[in-house]
């Protein structure tokens, strides 16, 4: 919630119209009730703030940046890219928004439309490690072989990593894939290990499956978009 607040006072010790801190003061409880798993709660607030609210552009973009997320939780890719759409139209550089839009249209196996949301999320904040991460799981997973770049992956996916000291499994899988697809499978393997080491129960089988992928020196393809 840290830029409604910082927007609000903004527009507190800035003297705005009352209504528009409101606005803002809402958005807020909206994203804290997201926050708490009240998704129709939240969805209802923002949706009310966008629509009825006298929120400025910027607010406004990332208002609806954050409904597309409660979308993008529920499996409602296309309300969520459309949520995306409009937070880029009013804030055309929003790096969040991109990333966000990015990972729905990777859902729907919608890959070129991914790789170029990522990419301009990067090109407006370059430190977005989420995008990073995504853009690297595609080039390394991807079914469709002119998208993959094992090279470029290898060096999104480390900078993903160096971020948090290779400590984030999710992050530490996508190397590992990354590795693979760029051929250097004993590589991928000791990374594919130390994931697994802090993976969630719920995401091992699905890390093991690569590993022993890895360990038979095949890269390994996502699906799941199709």
């Known amino acids: 919630h840290k830029l409604f607040f910082s927007a609000l006072l903004t527009m507190c010790f800035a003297?705005?119209?009352?209504?528009?801190?409101?606005?803002?003061?809402?958005?807020?409880?909206?994203q804290k009730l997201k926050d708490r798993g009240e998704l129709a709660r939240a969805t209802s607030l923002y949706t009310?703030?966008?629509?009825?609210g006298k929120l400025l552009a910027g607010s406004k973009s990332i208002a609806l940046n954050n409904r597309g997320n409660i979308y993008l939780d529920e499996g409602q890719y296309n309300q969520a890219i459309a949520d995306f759409d409009e937070s880029v139209k009013l804030d055309p550089e929003y790096s969040n928004?991109?990333?966000?839009?990015?990972?729905?249209?990777?859902?729907?196996?919608l890959y070129n439309a991914a790789v170029h949301d990522y990419a301009q999320a990067l090109k407006f904040e370059e430190g977005n490690l989420d995008a990073a991460n995504n853009l690297a799981w595609i080039l390394a997973t991807?079914?469709?072989?002119?998208?993959?770049?094992?090279?470029?992956?290898?060096?999104?996916?480390?900078?993903a990593n160096e971020a948090t000291s290779y400590s984030d499994s999710s992050r530490l899988d996508t190397l590992a894939a990354?590795?693979?697809?760029?051929?250097?499978?004993?590589?991928?393997?000791?990374?594919?290990?130390?994931?697994?080491?802090?993976?969630?129960?719920?995401?091992?089988?699905?890390?093991?499956?690569?590993?022993?992928?890895?360990?038979?020196?095949?890269?390994?393809?996502?699906?799941?978009?199709?």
């Open 142 to 159: 991807c079914p469709i072989s002119s998208l993959r770049d094992g090279e470029l992956a290898v060096d999104l996916a480390s900078r």
């Open 15 to 30: 003297g705005a119209p009352q209504s528009q801190a409101q606005d803002l003061a809402a958005c807020i409880v909206a």
């Open 97 to 109: 928004a991109y990333s966000n839009r990015g990972m729905a249209n990777q859902l729907k196996g």
């Open 48 to 52: 009310t703030c966008i629509q009825e």
């Open 178 to 226: 990354a590795y693979a697809e760029a051929g250097q499978f004993q590589v991928a393997i000791d990374y594919q290990l130390k994931a697994l080491k802090l993976a969630p129960e719920a995401e091992q089988r699905q890390q093991k499956d690569r590993l022993s992928n890895y360990q038979q020196g095949k890269a390994y393809r996502d699906l799941s978009g199709l």
